[in-house]
C-alpha cells in the first residue's frame, strides 16, 4: 500500500526544489503526491473522532461506576467509588452465571457460523473467479439479485421453514442462516481472480495435481489476506447478529450475548424486574472487547484485502 | 499491494489459456449453493406462497390471490412505517455518506498528522453490536441519569428529550450514522488508495487545485465504490429494525409497534400471529428496495460511462 516512489529519472521540478546545501537530503516538501501536512485539517478530523470515540469513552468510565454510582455521577468522568472489577464479577456471577453461557453460545455461533460462511465463500469465490462450468451466469445472477432483498423480508418465512424442520430454538436456527455471506462470496471472487495467476493453475494441471491439491496447497495460501478479511467481517455479522436469534431463540439458555444483554435491560421495564443497568454496561463493555482487539491485532490483513477487493469496482 | 497485484494481472496479456467447460467449478460452488438454496431462494418461495393465502377462523387456511397484497396497500399503518424509513435514508443516508466521504478525502490527502489512528478510531464502532450500540445511546440520551440530564443539572438548561416521539427518529439516525460512517469512510478510502497516483502528478503540472483534483479525479474514480455503498445504505434504511427495536424499552411511548415495516412484520407474526400478512408486506418491501437500488446503480453507472 506505499505510494509509489519516485523514479530517479522524474528529477523534482524547480519550482518545488528545495536550496542546494540546506537540505540535500529532502525531496519536495508539498506536493500534491507529497503534501505539507494542515492542523486544522487534523483538527476538523478530530472532531469526527470524538463523535465516534466519546461514546466509547462514556462506556468504559461508566463501567467502573456502581448503580448508584451511575445515577450520580457525570457521565464522561470517574465516579468516587472505583467498582469495575465488583462489576465484572457480578456480571459473571449474576443469575447462575448466565452471561458465560451467552458468551459461550456466542462463540459456538461465531466459531461454526462465521468459519463456515468463510469456508463457503472461499470455494465458491475461488470457482467463479478461476472455472467456468455450465451456470455460472445463472449462480452469479442470482446471488447478487438476493444480496438486495432484506434478510429480514426472509426471517420470518425462515421462521416458519425451520418450525416445520424442527430447528426453531436450537443453536442451528443461529447457525445455519449465518453460513451465507453473499459479500463475502463478491470478496473472495474479486480476489481470487486478482491473487492467483492462471498459468500457476495450468503449471499446476500439467504436473499433475489434482483439483483439490491444486486448490489446497497452490491456492490458499495465496487467498489468505482476503480470508482473514472475510473472516473478520463474517465475525462481526455472527457476533453481533440480534435478528435472527431473536426471532429464532426461545429459551435464554441459547441466548447469544446480543439478546441476553436486551433482556437484562428489559428487566428493568418488567413489572417486579430488578433494574440491573450497571450490568448492561459491563456487559456490553465484556462483548465489544474481542471484536475490537481481532481489528486492532488484525488490521494489516483486513485493509489489504478490503483494498484489493475495490479494485474491480 | 492491491495495485502491485493489478499491474501483476495486467502483464499477464496473452489470451487465457483456453479453459475447457467442465463440472468441476461446481465441485467447489456446491457448498455454497447449496446452503444459499435452503437459506435463501426457499424462504422466498415460501413467502410468496404464504403472500396468497390466509388463514381465517372459518374454513380455515383458503386461497385469496392478491387480497393480501391489496389490503397492506390500504394499510395505513404500513405506509407511515414505509413513509418514515424515506425519511430517515433521504436525511441520515446522505449525512452519513457525506461525513464518510469527507474523513476519506481528507485521509487520502496525506495531510493528517497520526494517520493511522484517526482510520482505525473512526472504523472503530462498526465492530460494536448495534445492540450496545444502541443501548449506550439510549443510556446518554437520558434525561435523567443521561449525558443529557448531566448537561441539564450542569447548565441549568432543558434540553429537549432525545426520546421524545418528536426526536426520536433524528436520535435513531444518530446511532446508525455512528456505527456506520467509518465502514463507509473505509470503502470509500480503499477505493481511493487505488487511483493511480501519476494521474494527481499529471494535475498538478496543469497547475490544478486540490478541490479540482477531488471534484474531477478523486471522485469520479471512486464512483463504483459511492454506488455499491449508497445502495448497501438503502437497503440498510428500509431494513431498520434493530435500533428501533431495542430503543422500544427505554422509549415505549415514541415507538410503535409499526414503526418501521420491519417492525410491523415482526410484530405481525409474531406478537399477532398473522403469517400470510407478514409475509405479504416483506415481500412489498423487498421488491419496493429492489428497485430503488437497481435505479440508484442505473443512474450511479450511467453518469460514470
Redesign the interface.
Known amino acids: ?1 506505499a ?2 516512489t519516485r523514479t530517479a529519472a522524474r528529477a523534482p ?1 524547480a519550482r518545488h526544489a528545495p536550496p542546494p546545501r540546506l537540505r540535500p537530503a529532502r525531496r519536495p516538501r508539498h ?9 486544522p ?2 483538527l ?3 472532531l ?2 470524538l ?3 466519546v ?2 469513552l ?2 468504559v468510565i ?1 463501567a467502573t461506576k456502581s448503580q448508584e454510582g ?2 450520580d455521577s ?3 468522568w470517574f465516579g468516587g467509588d472505583f467498582s469495575l472489577w465488583d462489576n465484572v464479577r457480578e456480571t459473571f456471577t449474576y443469575n447462575d452465571g448466565v452471561f458465560t453461557r451467552w458468551l459461550l453460545n456466542t462463540l459456538v455461533y461465531v466459531v461454526l457460523g462465521a468459519g463456515g460462511a468463510t ?3 472461499v ?2 469465490g ?3 473467479a ?7 451466469r445463472v ?1 452469479f445472477a ?2 447478487i ?2 444480496v ?14 425451520f418450525g416445520e424442520l424442527g430447528l426453531t430454538n436450537t443453536p442451528w436456527a443461529v447457525i ?2 449465518s ?2 455471506s453473499p459479500f463475502g ?1 463478491y470478496l473472495m471472487w474479486v480476489f481470487a ?3 492467483i ?3 500457476l493453475l ?1 503449471a499446476a494441471r500439467v504436473d499433475g495435481a489434482g ?1 483439490l491439491r491444486t ?1 489446497i496447497q497452490v491456492c490458499l495460501p495465496l487467498l489468505a ?1 482476503g480470508m482473514v478479511t472475510v473472516l473478520l467481517f463474517t465475525m ?1 455479522q455472527t ?2 447478529n ?2 435472527l436469534p ?2 429464532m431463540i426461545k429459551d435464554p439458555d441459547w441466548y447469544p ?3 441476553g ?2 433482556s437484562w ?2 428487566q ?2 418488567t413489572a417486579g424486574g430488578e433494574p440491573v ?1 450497571h450490568l ?2 459491563t456487559g ?1 463493555l465484556i ?2 472487547l474481542p ?2 482487539a ?3 491485532l488484525l ?1 494489516k490483513f483486513w ?2 484485502g ?6 474491480k ?1 | 499491494m492491491a495495485t502491485l497485484q493489478s499491474a501483476a494481472v495486467g502483464r499477464a496479456g496473452p489470451p487465457p489459456p483456453r479453459r475447457r467447460r467442465s463440472w468441476t467449478g461446481w465441485g467447489f460452488v456446491a457448498p455454497f449453493a447449496l446452503v444459499f438454496a435452503l437459506v435463501f431462494l426457499a424462504p422466498i418461495a415460501y413467502s410468496i406462497y404464504l403472500s396468497l393465502f390466509q388463514d381465517r377462523l372459518i374454513g380455515g387456511t383458503t386461497f385469496v390471490g392478491l387480497d393480501n397484497y391489496q389490503r397492506a396497500l390500504d394499510d395505513p399503518e404500513f405506509w407511515e412505517g414505509l413513509g418514515r424509513v424515506a425519511l430517515f435514508l433521504a436525511v441520515q443516508v446522505p449525512i452519513m455518506l457525506g461525513i464518510a466521504l469527507l474523513v476519506a478525502l481528507a485521509l487520502d490527502s496525506g495531510r493528517l498528522y497520526g494517520k493511522s489512528f484517526f482510520r482505525i478510531s473512526i472504523f472503530l464502532p462498526y465492530a460494536v453490536p448495534a445492540v450496545v450500540a444502541t443501548l449506550m445511546w439510549g443510556f446518554m440520551y437520558g434525561t435523567r441519569f443521561g449525558l443529557v440530564g448531566d448537561v441539564n443539572d450542569a447548565f441549568g438548561t432543558e434540553l429537549p428529550d432525545p426520546l421524545s416521539p418528536d426526536l426520536v427518529l433524528a436520535s435513531i439516525g444518530n446511532i446508525v450514522t455512528w456505527e456506520f460512517v467509518g465502514y463507509n469512510m473505509l470503502i470509500f478510502y480503499s477505493a481511493l488508495r487505488v487511483v493511480p497516483r501519476s494521474l494527481y502528478e499529471a494535475a498538478e503540472i496543469d497547475g490544478a487545485s486540490q478541490l479540482r483534483v477531488i471534484t474531477a479525479i478523486k471522485i469520479p474514480a471512486i464512483r463504483g465504490a459511492l454506488v455499491i455503498a449508497t445502495i448497501f445504505s438503502i437497503i440498510g434504511s428500509f431494513q431498520l429494525f434493530n435500533e428501533p427495536s431495542i430503543l422500544q424499552d427505554l422509549a415505549p411511548n415514541a415507538i410503535t409497534t409499526s414503526y418501521t415495516p420491519n417492525l410491523y412484520t415482526y410484530s405481525l407474526s409474531f406478537n399477532g400471529q398473522q403469517q400470510n400478512y407478514s409475509a405479504t408486506v416483506a415481500i412489498i418491501m423487498g421488491l419496493i428496495t429492489m428497485v430503488i437500488a437497481y435505479v440508484v446503480q442505473l443512474r450511479g453507472m450511467r453518469k460514470g460511462a
Do not use: C, H
Open positions: 500500500m505510494t509509489p521540478r506536493s500534491l503526491a507529497r503534501p505539507r501536512r494542515s492542523v485539517l487534523t476538523l478530523t478530530g469526527v473522532v463523535y465516534t470515540l461514546p466509547l462514556w462506556l461508566s451511575l445515577a457525570f457521565g464522561l469456508v463457503l465463500a470455494l465458491g475461488y470457482a467463479l478461476k472455472f467456468d462450468f455450465p451456470g455460472k449462480v442470482v446471488v439479485g438476493a438486495a432483498v432484506p434478510g429480514t423480508a426472509l426471517a420470518v418465512p425462515t421462521f416458519l421453514m445455519i442462516p453460513l451465507i462470496l481472480t486478482e491473487a495467476p492462471a498459468e495450468e483439483e486448490f489476506p462481526v457476533w453481533n440480534y435478528f431473536l426471532i450475548l446480543t439478546l444483554l436486551n435491560n428489559a428493568a421495564s443497568f448492561v454496561i456490553s462483548t465489544i471484536l475490537i481481532a481489528f486492532l488490521q485493509q489489504s478490503l483494498a484489493a477487493g475495490s479494485v469496482e
